[in-house]
């Protein structure tokens, strides 16, 4: 059962307490409500839950940026927290010296060290001493291992910050926050950015520390690092005392208690008001002497009225009971029809000895690959391999270096990219993608609630965005999908619907992820692999 941290000497030995806490928007509905919880100096706590609920803004709370509108947050006298700044690495310097700065004494004594080098270097052999003493070589070591984990070559290590793309920034304020010597680490989607090898790397390093609490729809993360799992659904927050596989299946066993505890309070009510039923209508029955009978009729009334008695007494039985309230009911994944997908060639894409270069610099060269129709290609590599360019290149928004892309008869081509949350604000998702019955279905399906239908996009969450551009994809005809991370800023239930919805649609797809979890449930039937060079 899921448990709340309260109460006694394990409040003292907290990180954090919070306490009743709530939190709303002006002119909005309440986010969440009452969250009761401690954290521990060895919990690496995993915030789930839909686009939307507030996550990110209790994140907010817990690093002091936000104030909550209700509750109260303890936290450990002395206590550091770090962050990772959603808007990248920004100040002066190189990259190095920024994620370096996140130890601001041994900074302090590394610029003294240099300084003295150059001015007074009688004083250098000495301060040598100090700052090796102090950790400082150790430190620039640690840096160094943190920058090559999260995928900088040591050719940008120099670069400054500000010379760095917003996905390059984020990685760096990502590395700064884990040089720190914060107690708590605050992580909002720490995989963004990531290929796979850093995700892995990023995966060991918070297993291997102290507390922290993350934000993410990375499965495959949650799985390797949570050991406590805090969820948020429709304004209630409910922490749970294990890992996320075991949340997932405590959380199943949950609602299908919940759903048989229901159907049984409903099959006594229903057995109660027949049975009652059948009472009252004996009672009608019995309450007139039968025709030719002498006996005094109070008899037969004073019979009918305990009859009538016990059908009452049935009913009122029913309704002693505590009343057990229907279970929420999240709409499964319907047979879809996509219909206005039409069949392509037997050959959807063939590609040969394609190349790309950037200022004499090979990208990726010699690709040669043939795909069937209907069947599925994923394309891997880390960041900066040409995985992006490669898709841009295959649907012609970028000249090739050398080699032929050919089409298959009758492909019809549609293209998701990263980006594509940067849709029309004025419009809504049912302007967006059409209010057809496949469009608000697949909607649906991808946990877009209702009363979001008709409301802005600007007003959506990035991922509600992101829902929306996908089903206009979806129900635009295209007979061949080439996707570039499409689930990237969707919650997991939304991922795995994706998934199932995918797993129907008839046609080729073509995509670029770093999403394990996704990648093995789409189970292409090709990878393409791309090096960094």
Known sequence: MPMAAHGGREECMSLLNVCGLSFRYPSTIELFRDATFAI???????????????????????AGELEPTGGTIARRKNLQTATVDQYGAAGEGSLFEYVFGARPDLARLRVRLAATEREAPCEYAELVNEYEAFGGYAAEARTGSILGGLGFAPAEWS???????????????????????????????PTNHLDITAREWLEDQLAGRGACVLVSHDRALLRKVANRILEIERGKVTLFRSSYEAYRARRALAERQSWENYEAFERRKAAAEQAAERRSRLAVQVATAPRGERSNHDFYRHKAAKIARTARLLRERVHREPEITKPWEEQPIPVLEFADVRRSGDIALAVTNLSKSYLEKPLFADITFELARGQRMAITGPNGSGKTTL????????????GTVRFGARVVTGYYAQDAA?????LTPLQFCGSGTLART??????????????????????????????RLLISG??????????????????????????????????????????EAIAPEKILQLQQR
Do not use: M, W
């Not at 940067?422 to 004025?426: A, I, P």
């Not at 239908?453 to 089903?471: I, N």
């Open 40 to 62: 521990e100096a060895e919990d690496r706590l995993a915030v789930v839950g839909a686009n939307g609920v507030g996550k990110s803004t209790l994140l907010r709370i817990l």
């Open 422 to 426: 940067n849709l029309d604000g004025t």
């Open 391 to 402: 898709l841009r290149v295959l649907l012609g928004l970028e000249p090739a270096g050398t």
């Open 478 to 519: 295209a007979n061949l999908l080439v996707l570039d991370e499409p689930t990237n800023h969707l919650d997991i239930e939304a991922q795995e619907a994706l998934e199932k919805t995918l797993a129907q649609y008839p046609g080729t797809i073509v995509l670029a992820s770093h999403d394990r979890s996704f990648l």
């Open 159 to 189: 670069l400054p910050p500000s010379s760095l793309s917003g996905g390059q920034r984020t990685r760096a304020s990502l590395a700064r926050a884990l040089h720190t010597e914060a107690g708590l680490l605050l992580l909002d989607e």
């Open 442 to 471: 697949l909607l649906a399906c991808l946990k877009v609630r209702p009363d979001r239908f008709g409301r802005p996009l600007a007003e959506a969450s990035a991922g509600e965005r992101a829902k929306a551009a996908l089903v």
